[in-house]
């Protein structure tokens, strides 16, 4: 089935830079829609950016506008999520999801089918 693998992840000063990678197997990046979610201890899981199957539409959580950027290379089967400025509020496992039906819930966890296991962010001084 399809499984898709988390990269990126690690220790970074506030104010700093991290760029996340999400790599498929098993699949046609074409027909999937890719979200980016984050888990900080104690907390839900929240959607923290979408993008369409080919890149055409994107979507962010308030808290991570004008910081945070997806993008996607299907040839190479990858999403990234560009993390700039970061904040110790974005400390969180992140995690990537694929989906075939969106419909107008991009940021909701129940749309997504298929998840990685994560990667851990940890913005600290």
């Known amino acids: 089935q399809l499984q898709l693998v988390e990269s990126g992840g690690g220790l970074v000063q506030p104010g700093g830079s991290l760029r996340l990678s999400c790599t498929g197997s098993r699949f046609n990046p074409d027909y999937y829609d890719i979200g980016w979610f984050r888990q900080a201890p104690g907390k839900e899981r929240e959607g923290v950016a979408y993008?369409?199957?080919?890149?055409?539409?994107?979507m962010y959580v308030d808290s991570v506008k004008g910081r945070f950027t997806i993008s996607r290379d299907n040839a190479k089967n990858t999403v990234y999520l560009q993390m700039n400025s970061l904040k110790p509020e974005d400390t969180a496992v992140y995690y990537c999801?694929?989906?075939?039906?969106?419909?107008?819930?991009?940021?909701?966890?129940?749309?997504?089918?298929?998840w990685g296991q994560g990667t851990q962010v940890v913005v600290s001084s």
């Open positions: 993008i369409s199957n080919r890149g055409g539409s994107t």
């Open positions: 999801a694929a989906a075939w039906a969106v419909k107008g819930r991009e940021l909701h966890r129940n749309t997504y089918n298929y």
